[in-house]
């Protein structure tokens, strides 16, 4: 049975100021590098299995995929274009407060019933959902008898908790995913168990 790490990355500081990141390219923060070595180093302590990394070809993604990497330390390392962030359209690189201005009904919408969002310019849920649990199948197959670790974003981790868990995407929300938390799936090569969600005890606590 093989073991998936699905890790978001670390901290932005586009997190801490609530601007919609999206696929806009936006690196750690001096807190996000720290959460990234915290994670490869829980990592570690796993004993994995001839591991591998996959990870959002977006920077946040990628340089917490590389700190990783690093720490335990593991020789291969793949961008995965299906794990990119959620395009949020006209949205991106706007703070909450002006979207809230500017789109106050699709913004209380995207609160309450995301799972029926097509964000303008951009894309929904549902094509995220459909194209990162694709791609997660893919590579639990591929590397059945190895331990992967996924690195990517809040919106995709939740989504594709969501198509594991049977839950519709409207229960988007009542999943939690900190910076640099830590998911455990295991594939038996038919179908995922999941073990643990938004686990962030690695974390330091000066954080």
Request: with cysteine.
């Amino acid at each position: 049975m093989g073991r998936i790490y699905l890790l978001r990355h670390g901290q932005t500081a586009w997190n801490k100021e609530e601007v919609f990141r999206g696929t806009l390219d936006v690196p750690l923060d001096d807190v996000g590098r720290r959460q990234a070595r915290d994670a490869g180093r829980a990592l570690k302590r796993k004993g994995l299995k001839d591991p591998v990394i996959y990870c959002s070809p977006q920077a946040r993604a990628r340089e917490t995929a590389e700190i990783v990497a690093a720490e335990i330390p593991v020789q291969e390392l793949h961008p995965e274009p299906a794990f990119r962030d959620l395009n949020f359209g006209e949205w991106q690189g706007m703070p909450k407060t002006e979207v809230a201005r500017l789109y106050p009904d699709l913004l209380k919408k995207w609160a309450t019933e995301p799972a029926g969002i097509v964000f303008p310019g951009g894309e929904g849920l549902e094509a995220v959902a459909d194209r990162a649990e694709e791609a997660l199948y893919r590579l639990a197959r591929e590397n059945l008898h190895r331990d992967m670790i996924l690195v990517s974003h809040q919106v995709v981790n939740k989504v594709i908790l969501c198509r594991l868990l049977g839950a519709g995407l409207n229960v988007f929300w009542r999943l939690g995913q900190d910076t640099a938390c830590l998911n455990l799936l295991e594939y038996n090569g038919s179908h995922f168990v999941v073990q643990t969600v938004n686990d962030t005890h690695h974390l330091s606590a000066a954080l």
